[in-house]
């Protein structure tokens, strides 16, 4: 169980951070920058949920949680597992869930025959917002596994997560019918 009796403990006053096994890193280490996008994810989803009512919000809550594990994991280096407590990593069953999510949200939609605009409804803009965070913590995180192991199931969850938010955006828009198309050059 996790007791924060103190926020503040002055640790980080000179530019760097403590991981989940204690090492110390510099703050602005891939690693760092890894899960710090994954929390900051998590609080943008925490916005869109305010959007989101019934089966979407359960789905979004559920997201959230396995947003934290993510986190757990990218903090604790590949390796530490002979540690007093064993690390928590993701994994395959958390990216099935995600693919069976994709797979029924998918099946209520008619295809795209345009690229789409983020925007339409509230929700969906915000699920927008949270696809582009996604690309850009997975983008941090296949950055850090080209020079440390990182476990394979969370990349995998952060691939299948953005395709979750992109289709659960569609949804929101009225399963499609309030999507923004793209009209490419309409401006000129």
């Known amino acids: ?58 789905l979004l809550s559920l997201i959230q949680n396995d947003l934290f594990d993510l986190g757990a994991d990218l903090c604790r280096p590949e390796g530490d597992d002979e540690a007093d407590v064993a690390p928590l990593r993701m994994d395959a069953a958390q990216v099935a869930r995600l693919e069976g999510e994709i797979d029924e949200m998918i099946a209520k939609l008619a295809p795209l025959r345009s690229f789409i605009l983020p925007g339409g409804s509230a929700l969906a803009a915000h699920l927008h917002m949270c696809r582009t965070v996604t690309r850009r913590a997975e983008r941090l995180v296949v950055e850090l596994s080209a020079t440390e192991v990182v476990n394979e199931a969370a990349i995998k969850y952060l691939n299948r997560l953005s395709d979750w938010f992109f289709v659960a955006a569609r949804i929101a828009n009225n399963n499609g019918a309030s999507d923004v198309l793209w009209v490419p050059g309409a401006n000129r």
């Open 1 to 58: 169980m996790v007791v924060l009796n103190k926020i503040y403990t002055k640790g980080g006053d000179k530019g760097t951070t403590a991981l989940g096994n204690g090492e110390r890193v510099p703050k602005q280490a891939v690693r760092v920058s890894a899960y710090g996008t994954v929390d900051e994810l998590n609080s943008v989803l925490g916005i869109a949920r305010l959007s989101a009512a019934g089966e979407a919000d359960r």
